[in-house]
């Protein structure tokens, strides 16, 4: 039994408050005493399942001492107490003192050297610019030391390995009047010499710059001075940093700014608000994958993964702004203001890194789609997951053995309420030691999942990086002998704290532990597993207890003497990468991975799903998550979603069902609760709830083809699914600052409801076209914002006119068993009465779709015709994906007056008439439609080319 293994103890009270504890035991004599104790123990061989209530006691002693009820802000840095970033904050515009000389152009790149120092002087090493260019306006700037006595870490595996593939070749530079320009299609780049700056340029419009503020600044690497002392301290913990001061800050400006987004995450608004000015005292937005118990919901404060690309939004332009740095990194975000030359704004921005290389790249638009296939023309597109992935999860901390998992299963069946995946959090192991199974609670887990998957559904557990280091465990003996363990400043496997208590950390920016790693997924590997179980990676920012700031120190060492600061922020991503290889590597019918991380990193959206990590059961944190996922998507991670319900605290029955009503919407759609929680499985409330509740998954199961096309869409350009106002209508001011409702794709406009027993809600309808509510086919003008009212059974959300969208109606107990199921058709036609959309569909769960196995087709409504007509590529050879599904209901919605006497509709291609009616209901998720036509039973197959005639 050890401190941080309290499942089984009579002094259990809540294990993140034991996290909490053992943060601050060394800040109590009782807490020192009850990691000595905990120590001591991991050399015996103990009865796990024995409750020691003397440990539980100290650990309870310890809490009494230091209490541990929620996240505390002096835990973390503040900027001001980290050297690098108070240095870098207190530099003065213009203080800059490095020039350029020796423009050339070198293999297709721009190449020049920068020197520090005035006119006539130089002060210490020079550095070296690399300047390059790609298709769809890309730009790359690289600067490193020309001599250096250690490489700066350059962040692998995140820039696409195609991306050289589309580098454009410069010829020359022009040079006039002390600046080299660089001429491209569209725009130009101009290197000024004295004092050194770059600006991108469209004609005679600035778009955006780097150090035309003159805050520029790079710490070049030295010996250390007699008598300098490098240590730096915070509380309990010191940094040796025996590399000395490498930090590296600049500004950026974009230009014609209204707004800037991006830098995720952190639990504030959508558009970022200043942090610096002559009014304004806040910290710096912060980029530091940090393990936040219990995260305040408007904070600057970051949370477990980091992003470190903004975007700026107008009305003529958007531009974008990425440092491939994995470092700790802060930013401030100046107010905006008017620039000397013309009436647009600039929004000026700082940044700051503790170490790592310059490597950054600007992106032109000029829309903001163009901005985001930049963006992941570099980083990448989004993965396309299997279909189960996209519809309803249950979790909970902790389904606590197999009987319950059973009885949750037959729950949803019983209550008629469809789900895809059931988890299990960390009580299934034995002894938090991942890959393992507690033999008394789930003495049968092959079993166990086949009965779940015999439903079609699926299982997920948790796999975390910490490894218990107990010399009878087989992962760690494995990892231990083989070196594969990061090391602490004096050589040895660092040795943290986390739930098992005593833990060593894999190394995962080597590429051989990953492929190691990788292959512990495998069935005969991992024990107990089935093709039907899937994986959850928590805790990998990493989460250390009682290291500093709750992770791991920066100066522990990695592979190729890489020290933990210049690799921090990607970890997680490393972690969940090697995870989801794992589940990859073990599929021998070709399956797609779905592995959920909490930690990411630029990149993330290649390897699997991300969600917001542990909010709370309150209003705020329901609001909230709005733009949280809305930053995400911005910043190429699309496939994300909030804990339904709250991961901390105890919903009502009204915020649990809005909160359901909304996670509907999310691209990542699960149920997740604190073990101290009461349970609350979707039925447990009784009615009407658990009616309502059931009403807002469905919702989620009808609009599943709708979901996955998106998916698709994401897979091939990057779109995120949950999408900004302005991402669709970009000259919309009115929209740049909105973040309380969204469109999902660009045809479902969504806005939560937010406050207790709310009666109506302020929901703009953007653009010119209609808007039709998807439940009572009320139609709102565009243009305008309207108090709608809001009722028990649904939130506010519309289908935009002139869309068509796929759903299925017939509510079955999973997505699997949805498969063959018939589609509805919901045609909202414009004022033209016309209308178009997509459907993508392929098996759902293999890659054939890569080698052309899958169905998309175009729909379009005009001239009183509706057709489909095939996207997908027809060359032989490529792989053939058939389904069987008709089409069953076709309505129109939006409808003159006169249509509405037609009562049938001609099959052209069989000659069938088949009749309609006017008004019908749109079954179970919506009301008699005063101004619809319903056909019913067309039976044209969904993936056939067709024309149907309203007569």
């Not at 004599?29 to 103990?46: H, L, N, P, Q, W």
């Amino acid at each position: 039994m050890r401190i941080c293994d309290r499942s089984k103890c009579s002094g259990r009270r809540s294990q993140e408050k034991g996290r909490r504890e053992i943060l601050d035991s060394r800040h109590s004599v009782a807490g020192r005493a009850g990691v000595s104790i905990c120590r001591m123990m991991e050399t015996r061989e103990m009865d796990r399942r024995k409750p020691n209530c003397l440990v539980a006691l100290i650990v309870l002693l310890a809490a009494a001492v230091i209490g541990a009820d929620a996240w505390k802000k002096d835990e973390f840095k503040r900027c001001d107490q980290t050297i690098f970033c108070k240095d870098a904050r207190n530099r003065v515009d213009g203080s800059s003192n490095w020039f350029v000389s020796e423009v050339n152009v070198t293999n297709g790149k721009v190449r020049a050297r920068l020197i520090e120092g005035g006119e006539g002087e130089h002060v210490g090493g020079s550095l070296i610019l690399h300047l390059s260019a790609y298709e769809e306006g890309i730009i790359r700037l690289k600067v490193k030391e020309a001599e250096a006595k250690r490489k700066r870490f350059e962040v692998p595996e995140v820039v696409v390995k195609g991306l050289e593939d589309r580098r454009l070749w410069i010829q020359r530079v022009i040079e006039k009047d002390g600046a080299s320009m660089v001429v491209l299609a569209g725009y130009e780049v101009v290197l000024l010499h004295r004092p050194f700056q770059l600006y991108v340029r469209s004609g005679k419009e600035t778009l955006i710059s780097l150090n035309a503020k003159g805050l520029f600044h790079f710490e070049q690497q030295r010996e250390k001075k007699e008598g300098e002392d490098w240590d730096e301290s915070f509380r309990s913990h010191t940094d040796s940093r025996p590399h000395g001061p490498q930090s590296i800050g600049f500004d950026v400006s974009f230009y014609g700014a209204e707004y800037v987004y991006g830098i995720p995450e952190r639990a504030t608004s959508l558009a970022l608000k200043p942090t610096k000015g002559a009014d304004i005292v806040s910290e710096p937005y912060r980029l530091f994958n940090s393990d936040i118990f219990e995260y305040l919901h408007d904070s600057v404060f970051g949370l477990y993964g980091a992003v470190p690309f903004m975007l700026s939004h107008s009305e003529k332009r958007t531009t974008g702004f990425f440092w491939l740095n994995a470092a700790e990194m802060l930013v401030d975000v100046m107010p905006k203001e008017k620039t000397e030359t013309a009436e647009a704004s600039r929004i000026d921005t700082h940044w700051i890194t503790e170490s790592g290389s310059f490597d950054v790249f600007f992106f032109i638009g000029p829309g903001p789609k163009d901005l985001i296939r930049q963006y992941t023309t570099v980083t990448g597109t989004s993965t396309m997951p299997q279909l189960f992935a996209t519809a309803y999860h249950q979790c909970r901390w902790n389904y606590k053995d197999e009987a319950d998992v059973a009885q949750v299963d037959a729950g949803f069946d019983e209550h008629d309420i469809p789900y895809d995946v059931l988890w299990l959090d960390i009580e299934h192991t034995d002894g938090k030691k991942y890959f393992t199974w507690d033999s008394v609670l789930f003495p049968n887990p092959k079993d166990m999942q086949d009965k779940i998957a015999a439903k079609g559904r699926k299982m997920v557990t948790i796999v975390d990086p910490h490894i218990k280091r107990d010399s009878n465990y087989y992962i760690h003996k494995e990892a231990q002998s083989k070196g594969f363990y990061i090391k602490d400043k004096h050589g040895r496997d660092y040795d943290g704290w986390c739930w098992p208590g005593s833990s060593s950390y894999l190394d995962m920016l080597d590429p051989e532990v990953r492929s190691w790693w990788a292959d512990k997924f495998a069935y005969s590997s991992y024990q107990g597993s089935t093709p039907s179980l899937y994986i959850w990676n928590d805790m990998n920012e990493p989460s250390v207890f009682n290291g500093p700031e709750a992770t791991m120190p920066r100066d522990n060492i990695h592979v190729g003497e890489v020290e933990h600061r210049d690799v921090h922020n990607a970890y997680g991503y490393y972690f969940h990468m090697a995870s989801s290889e794992g589940l990859r590597k073990r599929a021998d019918d070709n399956d797609r991975p779905f592995v959920l991380s909490r930690s990411f990193f630029a990149g993330t959206q290649r390897v699997g799903a991300i969600w917001t990590g542990d909010n709370t059961a309150d209003w705020d944190h329901l609001k909230v998550s709005v733009p949280m996922l809305l930053t995400l998507g911005l910043t190429g991670i699309t496939f994300t979603g909030a804990d339904v319900g709250g991961f901390f605290g105890n919903p009502d029955p009204e915020l649990l069902t809005r909160w359901y009503q909304l996670g509907a919407y999310y691209p990542f759609y699960r149920g997740h609760a604190h073990l101290d929680t009461k349970r609350r499985e979707p039925w447990l409330f009784g009615e009407p709830y658990t009616s309502l509740i059931r009403e807002a998954i469905h919702t989620r199961y009808a609009l599943l083809p709708y979901f996955y096309t998106l998916f698709r869409e994401a897979n091939l350009n990057g779109l995120p699914l949950m999408r900004p106002i302005w991402m669709e209508y970009p000259k919309e001011i009115e929209t740049y600052a909105m973040d309380d409702q969204f469109l999902l794709g660009s045809d479902l406009l969504v806005h939560g409801v937010y406050s207790e027993r709310a009666t109506s809600e302020d929901v703009y309808f953007p653009g010119s076209q209609m808007w039709f509510d998807v439940r009572s086919g009320a139609s709102y003008s565009g243009g305008h914002t309207v108090k709608v009212p809001v009722i028990p059974e649904s939130i506010p959300a519309y289908q935009r006119a002139g869309s068509i969208i796929p759903r299925k109606d017939r509510f079955r107990r999973s997505s699997f068993q949805m498969e063959n199921d018939p589609y509805t058709l919901v045609v909202a036609l414009n004022s033209s009465y016309e209308a178009q959309g997509e459907l993508y569909l392929d098996d759902g769960k293999s890659y054939d779709f890569e080698k052309g196995a899958f169905i998309h087709r175009l729909f379009t409504f005009s001239k009183g015709r509706l057709t489909s007509v095939n996207l997908a590529p027809t060359e032989k050879g490529t792989k053939q994906f058939k389904t069987p599904c008709l089409v069953e209901r076709i309505i129109l919605l939006g409808l003159r007056p006169k249509d509405l006497s037609a009562h049938r509709v001609l099959i052209e291609s069989s000659g069938a008439q088949v009749p309609a009616e006017v008004g019908a209901p749109l079954l179970r998720i919506g009301y008699h439609q005063a101004n619809s036509l319903v056909v019913r039973m067309p039976n044209v197959r969904i993936s056939d080319d067709w024309s149907i005639k309203v007569l």
